[in-house]
């Protein structure tokens, strides 16, 4: 039975990463902190459902604690890494940015270290759509250039890329960063737009509607982004031969087993488009704040998944329609709303 680390696990991906790696075969040991940015209750109870199963070892403790990452490596000796942990939020990251550094910056560079001493056969971290930045050419492809971060989160994102691929040039580690784009599902997180529409239009609430409506997203349901990951596993890259340089259409670097790849649903989807879905799942009207865009925001985004799918063969496929219905009855039901 091979072991999976996954950082984050009690989080929103990463409860649902840890359930299928688990019904796959996989021992799985959790990291995960439990911090406070949303109601930890959430976390704590997708954490007392991944525990139902034996082979599932948490540990709650900060990525960033030193030397925690390198016992763990020591004693567990992981065949896979997958990295979700992260301060996440890109408003949140104007408020407290230095919890961006340390969870994003440091808690990245003691995983790499520990990988470093003890290397697993893959690693997988994850990074964001975020780090397109400015770019208005779409969809996004890999092998575009990511140059201007818009917010602090999406800047420390794509240091982590960076740092990733010092350590495989440097140590031959292999590494695939997966960019994805807007999750969404049951359980998912208190801040993110689909829980607090829903929860306001249920309550009768106004719902503030950023860029007066002209946003648009490539929502991605959470177990379509799942699939990707679990594929992805199986697709380590390699350092290519001296000159053989980058492959037309991958992100591979001329240098180092790393890639990085894009996880979306491959549709640009209009705002007002996904709050009419939450309309019809709830059956309610929403009544609509109109606000400008906020400081770091970006008003589009939109995932080219021709990589995932010729490294994979799979490409996510959930529409909005049916994927918030069955975040609006998960809701419900949860909150007996």
Not at 276 to 296: H, K, V, Y
Request: hydrophobic share 40%; charged share 25%.
């Amino acid at each position: 039975m091979k072991t999976v680390l996954v950082t984050g696990s009690a989080g929103f991906i990463g409860f649902y990463l840890c359930t299928r790696l688990l019904k796959d075969g996989f021992r799985v040991i959790g990291l995960d902190a439990m911090t406070d940015y949303y109601d930890v209750r959430l976390k704590e109870r997708r954490q007392q459902m991944l525990m139902q199963n034996e082979h599932f070892k948490p540990v709650n403790d900060r990525v960033e604690a030193p030397d925690l990452l390198m016992s763990l490596f020591r004693t567990e000796r992981p065949d896979f890494v997958i990295h979700l942990a992260a301060q996440a939020g890109v408003r949140y990251s104007i408020e407290a940015p230095r919890s961006y550094l340390e969870s994003n910056i440091c808690g990245t560079f003691e995983l790499l270290e520990a990988a470093r001493a003890f290397p697993p056969e893959h690693m997988l971290l994850a990074s964001t759509s975020s780090a397109y930045g400015a770019n208005t050419e779409m969809p996004y492809a890999e092998t575009d250039k990511a140059d201007h971060q818009m917010s602090f989160y999406a800047a420390t994102k794509k240091a982590t890329e960076s740092m990733a691929h010092s350590y495989a040039h440097l140590y031959d580690l292999p590494v695939t960063m997966f960019r994805f784009f807007t999750v969404y599902g049951p359980w998912g997180r208190p801040d993110m737009a689909l829980f607090k529409f829903t929860k306001a239009i249920l309550e009768g609430k106004p719902i503030d509607v950023y860029n007066y409506g002209d946003m648009k997203r490539d929502f991605t349901y959470v177990e379509d982004l799942v699939e990707g990951i679990r594929l992805l596993m199986d697709a380590v890259p390699v350092r290519p031969a001296e000159g053989e340089g980058v492959k037309d259409g991958d992100s591979l670097s001329p240098v180092a087993p790393w890639r990085v790849v894009n996880i979306g649903n491959s549709t640009c989807v209009q705002l007002t488009e996904f709050i009419e879905a939450i309309e019809a799942a709830t059956g309610r009207t929403a009544e609509r704040n109109l606000m400008p865009i906020q400081a770091g925001d970006v008003p589009a985004t939109w995932a080219n998944a021709d990589l995932l799918q010729s490294l994979t063969g799979y490409r996510p496929k959930t529409n909005v329609q049916e994927g918030v219905a069955r975040f609006v009855e998960w809701y419900r039901d949860y909150y007996r709303a």
